[in-house]
């Protein structure tokens, strides 16, 4: 297993459409465990395969709460949201891509969603709370799009220029 680098907002690989994975093999797996393996060590509830520069339909979440309770690494592959509650909730996102900065999103409250699992096998779900959240957030970063696209042309290009400014720093030191 291997962390990986997380790409930092802006970049353009974060808005580009990843590619359906075609075949669900081993070099596909190490993806995986990578992935999972960033993601928590982060720490994040999720992460999606384009935020460490892999443009394929893949994202890994977890967003078991309680430190005491068993974490639930899911893994999936070509995600499709097959139905979404007419019922919408909000929540503070944030985003490893765009660290610090936080915002209110409205969406869904529950969706189902249909995907391949690392052993190829198709599974599905009905997702609410944090993990419904979770999930159509690391949809969307396989689309392209960010939670902060939902927000006010203002505050947006406020956080754009703060990452701008937060990437500087960094490429200096
Ligand atoms: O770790 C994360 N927390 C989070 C909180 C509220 C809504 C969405 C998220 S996802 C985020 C990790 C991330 O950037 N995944 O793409
Ligand atoms: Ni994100």
Redesign the pocket.
């Known amino acids: 297993m291997a962390i990986k680098d997380i790409l930092i907002h802006p970049d353009p690989r974060l808005k580009t459409a990843a590619a359906p994975v075609e075949t669900v093999d081993t070099v596909l797996r190490k993806l995986a465990d990578d992935m999972l393996e960033t993601m928590y060590a982060a720490p994040?509830?999720?992460?999606?395969a384009p935020?460490i520069g892999v443009l394929q339909r893949i994202l890994v979440m977890d967003c078991v709460k309680e430190d005491d309770a068993a974490p639930r690494p899911l893994v999936l592959i070509n995600p499709q949201i097959t139905w979404a509650s007419e019922t919408r909730s909000t929540?503070e996102?944030?985003?490893?891509?765009i660290p610090d900065q936080y915002a209110e999103v409205e969406r869904p409250a529950e969706v189902e969603v249909s995907w391949l699992d690392v052993d190829g096998n198709p599974q599905s779900e009905h997702f609410d709370g944090l993990w419904a959240?979770?999930v159509q957030?690391?949809i969307d970063?396989l689309d392209g799009k960010l939670f902060i696209d939902y927000l006010k042309p203002l505050k947006r290009q406020m956080i754009t220029r703060k990452m701008q400014k937060l990437k500087r720093e960094r490429a200096r030191a």
């Open positions: 994040g509830i999720g992460l999606a935020q929540y996102e944030g985003c490893l891509s959240t979770c957030h690391e970063h």
